[in-house]
């Protein structure tokens, strides 16, 4: 848009936590408009870690909630060119494109898993994610580097 910015949708919160954090993980998690199955792979999801996890005095809510924690990034590299040449600048990330990335990732990387249904393949790269490793905490640390090795170039911030 040119003129003015967009506004922002309103989204509400999901029937059982009543968290509007997990309805826009589930919006991030939808395909085709499937909307309910997302909700119900979510939750599958969360009763698997709260089984396989039940000596851990947290909740699966808070479980899931650290895991994407830790793999939200806190830099990102964005490319500018100067006099020719194309620089990766790293820049700090405002927090509603924090969490859409770490989102994103955790659900690209959990449709990459081999595993039988899609909540236990999500349960497994969340359960990754709450012990720092698997392949959206990979993504952040590599991304994290990446903005170290070029911080010389920070100075062409725009």
Do not use: C
């Not at 969340?126 to 392949?135: D, K, L, R, T, V």
């Not at 090795?149 to 100075?155: E, I």
């Amino acid at each position: 848009m040119r003129k003015s910015k967009p506004k922002k949708r309103i989204l509400t919160p999901d029937p059982r936590f009543n968290d509007k954090l997990v309805t826009r993980f589930v919006n991030e998690l939808m395909m085709n408009g499937k909307k309910n199955l997302a909700y119900n792979i979510f939750y599958d999801a969360l009763e698997i870690i709260g089984a396989k996890m039940k000596d851990n005095e947290e909740s699966p809510l808070e479980i899931w909630k650290k895991a994407l924690q830790n793999v939200t990034p806190k830099v990102e590299v964005r490319s500018r060119r100067v006099g020719g040449a194309t620089f990766q600048i790293p820049q700090e990330i405002r927090d509603s494109r924090k969490v859409a990335l770490s989102m994103k990732a955790m659900i690209k990387y959990t449709r990459a898993r081999n595993g039988k249904t899609m909540a236990d393949k999500l349960a497994a790269e969340i359960m990754a994610a709450y012990n720092e490793e698997g392949g959206a905490f990979k993504k952040k640390e590599d991304t994290h580097r990446m903005a170290e090795a070029n911080k010389a170039f920070s100075h062409f911030r725009f």
